[in-house]
Structure formats: C-alpha cells, structure tokens
C-alpha cells in the first residue's frame, strides 16, 4: 500500500506561486492533502478549477491581498469549517485556521500570526491565538483521534530551529513567550513529526527574501511544522522539507514541509 503524503506550505500569493505548485502537485510523490496558507485570494478568485484539472477538491476561506488558507486534497472531505468556532471569530479568524475532516483524519491548518512587534497588539493577538487553539483542541478532539495541526505556525520552538539563535533571542517568532505559547498548544498531546524523523540541525523551511543568499548560505528558520496526535505520530514514517521549491523562479519565502504516513 503506498504511502500517504500531507504537506504544509506558505505560498506567500497562491495565483503568483501556481506554476511552483503545479510542479510539486504533479511530481510522482505529490501529496495527497496540501495545506496553504497566506494565499491572498478572496473566495471568489480562489482556483477552483486548477485544483479540480490536478484531481484535487479545495476547502478555502481567504481575504483580499493577506491572509488566506486553504486544504486541498485528493479525497473529498466530509466537512470543512473555519475559525475557532467560539463566538469570537473575525474576518480574519476564518482566514487564519481550518479544519478538515476526512474520513480517518482530520487536519487543522493554521496561519499563525507573526506579531510584528512585541509592542504592538498583534504580538498579544498572537498569543491569544494559541490559547484559542488550545481550547479547540480540548473542545474538538481526543488524543486517540488521528488527528494533524499543521501549517505556518510562527515560531521556532528552539535553538536548532534558527541560524544564529543567538542573534534572535527579542524576534516574535523567536521570543520566550512565544515559545511557551506554542508549548502550551503541543501539551494536549502533540508530537513534532519532522523532529521525530530529522533530529539534525539545520534543516528549515523559511529563508528571509531580505537576506542575500540565504537559501544557498542556509539562513533561515524552522517555522512550518507538522505537529501530529499520538496515534498519528506512530503511524509516521518520514518528514521532509521540499527545498527545491525555494530555489525555483520567483519563489514564497517558505517551502513546503512534508510528512509521510502509513494509513
């Protein structure tokens, strides 16, 4: 029985990325569920039709310009929502989290938010993020549920996880609070499935536009991850980052990140 691939990938610009992932949805190991984020496409303007020619359906809700997400896969899904679902959600909320429900797995992908600044609101919104996700969790599922939470989630959970940590100790993404954020969400019960299979230093899934050569000097950031339920962390077999993506013509600044199942 062949494997069963999800992948989790920041297209930065879906419409302007198509031509990236057409390859990586054509290729012998294309996944069988891709999560997006930061597609930048409103609803209306999502490409229903490029999916649906690759043998894909799509669950989306996006915004115009930011934001975005979107699971797509080659089964149907028995159902879609988006949001927290706890009477708070914004506009926003909806273009930031999904889940999807298949009909052994369901999947959460999320576009965490960066924070910009540990001064502004949106670092605070952040947080709150985490803590809404944590009370999903509780609310949703149950650890014997095969059950991924996957998608740009903002932060680098630890020192291997960055090129020169040293430097980044005050980043959003990258602060202690942060971190503890996160640490809180995988306490439900999560494992860290790239880490179960990569253990090595080195590998990200994120390199800053702004730094020159940084894909080819290996500058960057572990910040794409596939957190996985206890029993769906043992049915894992491997976890890679798609590199090649980022080398491609005008890339996202992320890649995707790829888990290999047995189900």
């Not at 879906?14 to 984020?37: E, N, Y």
């Not at 979107?70 to 989290?97: C, H, I, M, N, W």
């Not at 919104?125 to 095969?146: N, P």
């Not at 090129?163 to 503890?180: G, I, L, M």
């Amino acid at each position: 029985m062949p494997y069963f691939r999800i992948a989790t990938f920041n297209v930065n610009s879906l419409k302007s990325r198509l031509p990236i992932v057409s390859r990586f949805m054509t290729a012998d190991d294309a996944p069988d569920v891709i999560c997006f984020q930061e597609t930048k496409c409103q609803d209306a303007d999502f490409p229903v039709d490029f999916f649906s020619a690759l043998g894909y359906s799509a669950a989306f809700k996006g915004m115009k310009s930011y934001n975005g997400v979107a699971v797509v896969s080659r089964a149907e899904p028995k159902g879609a929502t988006f949001g927290f679902g706890d009477g708070e959600d914004s506009e926003q909320d909806l273009a930031r989290l999904a889940a999807v429900d298949f009909d052994n797995l369901s999947v959460v992908c999320s576009y965490v938010p960066q924070g910009k600044s540990k001064d502004l609101p949106d670092f605070q919104y952040k947080l709150r993020f985490f803590d809404r996700l944590k009370r999903l969790f509780d609310r949703r599922f149950v650890k014997s549920d095969r059950l991924l939470w996957t998608g740009d989630i903002n932060v680098a959970p630890s020192d291997m996880d960055v090129t020169h940590p040293e430097n980044k100790r005050d980043h959003v993404c990258f602060r202690q609070e942060a971190k503890d954020a996160l640490t809180r969400v995988l306490s439900w019960g999560f494992v860290d499935v790239f880490r179960k299979h990569r253990p090595n230093p080195g590998e990200f899934s994120f390199w800053d536009y702004r730094i020159k050569g940084a894909l080819e000097r290996n500058i960057g950031w572990r910040i794409d991850h596939l957190f996985a339920s206890p029993l769906l962390a043992d049915l894992s077999r491997d976890a890679y980052v798609a590199r090649e993506l980022r080398a491609m013509e005008r890339p996202s600044d992320h890649t995707a990140v790829v888990g290999v199942f047995d189900i």
